[in-house]
Each structure stands twice: as structure tokens, then as C-alpha cells.
């Protein structure tokens, strides 16, 4: 779990404030989304927690099923009781099925590996993958993974079809947390929203990780906001020699999915509808 190099200042709270406590236990929820088993000491320094409330939380959480704690290990894992809710929120709205197709489609042509991304506040979440069959796959990306928005292809997609004043604001935030991308720097993003914006499509090259880099598509709803992301994951030559038919290939499979999420909210599934339907996910594949 990648929450080790993550070193930040401890945010003070009010002492015995309700609400700071809901919002503590949701930063350690959402540090271990990210997957996998997490010693409490990287859970608490992801989770910018002392040790000492970090266990309080997790020990509430063990007791409840939102958290997992293996006896031998030590180690802490998301639990039942947060696969339930997640159940129940997906039967609401699930993208993922609406854009599958594109992602098998993409990786049948390409070899690498396709992510869906979706904002969450100045953040992208990873919510699907499609590993390729290229050997050098970008195994750093999982399903649950977390980006400040401009780290990665597929967020700075999301982040530059943003409207404008949403767009400078998360750049204002954005500024102070890429702490963890010394490469990215205010005038880089710009810049690359820039480009984007003209040619239609993000390319980031040799910025997160080393040799590699993505090529990225936002998708948008009938609004013209941007509510997911399609980017392709690759080494840097691989997207370079083949950058035309991937960027033509993206903006295809967005527009599919486009299209079908339009029709997902003219029968009332997805955020924004105004009727209701009866609708079922499977009607959208």
C-alpha cells in the first residue's frame, strides 16, 4: 500500500468535537481505499493522525466490520460493512458498466493498460482497470488508487475540462499537496491544460513515473462537465509512436460512452436525471 511516503503535518482539531472525529475516521477510511494491508504506522501518517487516535478509530471500526485486522500480521484491511455500502451505492450509480466495452476495446487494440478515473472533489479515484498484455504493465495504478487531480493523464484530463473558475480553484488547492510529484509544478499544469484543450487530448510523459507516462480523454455528461476519464497507460515510446491512433481511438470511446451515459440519464439511472425509471443496470450494456 503506497501510503508510507507520505509525510505531512499533523491538522489539529478541536478537542472532543463530533464532527472532528467523523472527519478523522473518514481520512483514514479513504487513505485505506487505496487497497491492500497497511501497518497502523503508514495508516497514521497517510492519515496526517497521531498513532494513539489512529488505533482509537481503527479499533472502533474492527468492532463495527468497516475495518479487518489480521491477528497475526497486525495489519489493517477495509472489512464487510464497507462492501455492503458500496453495494448499495453502485445499485444507485455504476459507470463502470458504461464504459467496460471501451476499456476491453481499447486494450484489444493497444495492448496496454486502461484505466476509468472519476472526480472526487480535487481528487481522481480510480474505479476500474484493464491490465494490458504488454509485459511492462503500470501496475501502480489499482482500482481504489487516489490522485490530486493533475497527477496522472486521466486526472489532468478531468481537471482541464473542468469549468474555468471550478478549474482555478482546484489549482489554487492543488498547489500545496504535490508534495509527492516534484515534477508537477502550477505552470506545468497549466501549461499542459493549455495544450490539451487545443489539441483535444491529455498527454503526460516521464512526470509520475519514470519512462512511462498516459495518454487521456475526458468524458463528459450532457452538460459538457467532466465525469470520468479514459487514459491509456504506457511506456513513453509506446505512446509516442502510436500517439495519433491513441488519442483518435480515446476520443472514439468517449464518445460512446457519452452517449450511452446521455441515455442512462434520460431514463433516470445516473445523477441529474429528473424522471423516473425503471431502469436496470443491465439495460445500459
Same mark, same amino acid.
Given at each position: 500500500?503506497?501510503? @508510507? @511516503?507520505?509525510?505531512?503535518?499533523?491538522?489539529?482539531?478541536?478537542?472532543?468535537?463530533?464532527?472532528?472525529?467523523?472527519?478523522?475516521?473518514?481520512?483514514?477510511?479513504?487513505?485505506?481505499?487505496?487497497?491492500?494491508? @497497511?501497518?497502523?504506522?503508514?495508516?497514521?501518517?497517510?492519515?496526517?493522525?497521531?498513532?494513539?487516535?489512529?488505533?482509537?478509530?481503527?479499533?472502533?471500526?474492527?468492532?463495527?466490520?468497516?475495518?479487518?485486522?489480521?491477528?497475526?500480521?497486525?495489519?489493517?484491511?477495509?472489512?464487510?460493512?464497507?462492501?455492503?455500502?458500496?453495494? @448499495?451505492?453502485?445499485?444507485?450509480?455504476?459507470?463502470?458498466?458504461?464504459?467496460?466495452?471501451?476499456?476491453?476495446?481499447?486494450?484489444?487494440?493497444?495492448?496496454?493498460?486502461?484505466?476509468?478515473?472519476?472526480?472526487?472533489?480535487?481528487?481522481?479515484?480510480c474505479i476500474d482497470v484493464e491490465e494490458g498484455t504488454y509485459p511492462i504493465r503500470a501496475n501502480y495504478l489499482r482500482v481504489g488508487s487516489r490522485r490530486p487531480l493533475g497527477a496522472g493523464a486521466g486526472s489532468l484530463a478531468l481537471l482541464a475540462w473542468m469549468p474555468e473558475a471550478e478549474r482555478e480553484a482546484a489549482l489554487e488547492i492543488l498547489a500545496s499537496q504535490m508534495s509527492r510529484y516534484p515534477r508537477i509544478t502550477p505552470a506545468l499544469l497549466r501549461e499542459r491544460i493549455t495544450d490539451a484543450r487545443e489539441r483535444g487530448h491529455v498527454v503526460l510523459l516521464d512526470v509520475v513515473v519514470e519512462r512511462m507516462g498516459g495518454i487521456a480523454v475526458p468524458v463528459l455528461d450532457p452538460e459538457g462537465r467532466p465525469v470520468a476519464a479514459l487514459s491509456i497507460a504506457a511506456l513513453n515510446d509506446r505512446i509516442l509512436a502510436r500517439q495519433a491512433a491513441m488519442a483518435q481511438a480515446l476520443v472514439r470511446e468517449s464518445t460512446v460512452c457519452q452517449v450511452r451515459w446521455a441515455e442512462a440519464v434520460r431514463t433516470s439511472r445516473l445523477p441529474g436525471a429528473r424522471t423516473p425509471s425503471k431502469t436496470t443496470p443491465e439495460t445500459l450494456r
Amino acid at each position: 500500500m503506497s501510503t @508510507a @511516503a507520505r509525510p505531512k503535518a499533523m491538522v489539529n482539531h478541536p478537542p472532543g468535537s463530533s464532527t472532528s472525529t467523523v472527519e478523522r475516521a473518514m481520512r483514514v477510511l479513504r487513505v485505506m481505499s487505496e487497497g491492500g494491508n @497497511a501497518r497502523l504506522t503508514d495508516i497514521a501518517a497517510a492519515a496526517e493522525l497521531d498513532k494513539a487516535t489512529t488505533l482509537r478509530l481503527l479499533e472502533v471500526m474492527v468492532r463495527d466490520g468497516f475495518v479487518a485486522r489480521d491477528v497475526q500480521s497486525k495489519q489493517f484491511s477495509l472489512g464487510p460493512e464497507l462492501m455492503v455500502l458500496g453495494a @448499495a451505492a453502485l445499485r444507485r450509480f455504476d459507470p463502470r458498466p458504461l464504459a467496460r466495452p471501451s476499456l476491453l476495446r481499447l486494450v484489444g487494440q493497444f495492448e496496454d493498460s486502461v484505466v476509468l478515473s472519476i472526480p472526487s472533489g480535487v481528487e481522481s479515484l480510480c474505479i476500474d482497470v484493464e491490465e494490458g498484455t504488454y509485459p511492462i504493465r503500470a501496475n501502480y495504478l489499482r482500482v481504489g488508487s487516489r490522485r490530486p487531480l493533475g497527477a496522472g493523464a486521466g486526472s489532468l484530463a478531468l481537471l482541464a475540462w473542468m469549468p474555468e473558475a471550478e478549474r482555478e480553484a482546484a489549482l489554487e488547492i492543488l498547489a500545496s499537496q504535490m508534495s509527492r510529484y516534484p515534477r508537477i509544478t502550477p505552470a506545468l499544469l497549466r501549461e499542459r491544460i493549455t495544450d490539451a484543450r487545443e489539441r483535444g487530448h491529455v498527454v503526460l510523459l516521464d512526470v509520475v513515473v519514470e519512462r512511462m507516462g498516459g495518454i487521456a480523454v475526458p468524458v463528459l455528461d450532457p452538460e459538457g462537465r467532466p465525469v470520468a476519464a479514459l487514459s491509456i497507460a504506457a511506456l513513453n515510446d509506446r505512446i509516442l509512436a502510436r500517439q495519433a491512433a491513441m488519442a483518435q481511438a480515446l476520443v472514439r470511446e468517449s464518445t460512446v460512452c457519452q452517449v450511452r451515459w446521455a441515455e442512462a440519464v434520460r431514463t433516470s439511472r445516473l445523477p441529474g436525471a429528473r424522471t423516473p425509471s425503471k431502469t436496470t443496470p443491465e439495460t445500459l450494456r
